[in-house]
């Protein structure tokens, strides 16, 4: 299994990202997919997550109305678009997988970076 994130870089506050993360070697549409940050100096925080058929979404209260996650199933692709950025949300956004609601995420990308400056 491999997710691979991609889609960080260098944004001003205000700005917009969108991440992706394609995935292979699983069957995408059986897994729920989630979207982690660690900011530097930080544990690593949980930031959104779907179900397998993209309608039911979670978000972290600090991200709420400025991200947004989705999932494109015959890409085996699921996105964060980030908007409004805040310098707080520097981190490198980490996208995984699981099963289901009742077992830790098993599947973990690489990380990408994302750096807002104030």
């Known amino acids: 299994v491999q997710l691979q994130a991609s889609g960080g870089g260098l944004v001003q506050a205000g700005g917009s990202l969108r991440l992706s993360c394609a995935a292979s070697g699983l069957t995408f549409v059986n897994y729920y997919m989630g979207w982690f940050r660690q900011a530097p100096g930080k544990d690593r925080e949980f930031v959104a997550r779907?179900?397998?058929?993209?309608?039911?979404?979670n978000y972290t209260d600090s991200v709420k109305g400025r991200f947004t996650i989705s999932r494109d199933n015959a890409k085996n692709t699921v996105y964060l678009q980030l908007n409004s950025l805040k310098p707080e949300d520097t981190a490198v956004y980490y996208c995984?997988?699981?099963?289901?609601?009742?077992?830790?995420?098993?599947?973990w990308g690489q990380g990408t970076l994302v750096t807002v400056s104030s």
């Open positions: 779907i179900n397998k058929s993209g309608v039911r979404k």
């Open positions: 995984a997988a699981r099963i289901n609601d009742f077992v830790a995420w098993g599947y």
